[in-house]
């Protein structure tokens, strides 16, 4: 089952802050979604999986709520 952090109501940048405190201790391989209404999310997220090396995948609803899955695989 994949850990799910529900970061709907806060702003720019608090859900990516969130997010980066979780990642931190997470374990190698293992996944986690966060969830998202902040219409700037998708650009955070992205921009931080690529400077931090985590793979993301990112699915929107058409009602503005954004649910990016990430994990890391380092060897």
Not at 50 to 64: C, L
Not at 66 to 75: P, R, S
Request: glycine letters at 6%; a neutral charge.
């Amino acid at each position: 089952m994949i850990e799910e952090h529900d970061f709907i109501g806060l702003k720019c940048p608090l859900p990516v802050l969130k997010a980066k405190r979780v990642l931190k201790n997470l374990i190698n391989g293992k996944k986690v979604t966060f969830i998202s209404d902040d219409p700037a999310s998708p650009i955070d997220f992205t921009h931080f999986s690529e400077n931090e090396g985590y793979e993301i995948s990112i699915k929107s609803t058409s009602k503005g709520i954004h649910y990016f899955t990430m994990y890391k695989n380092e060897i």
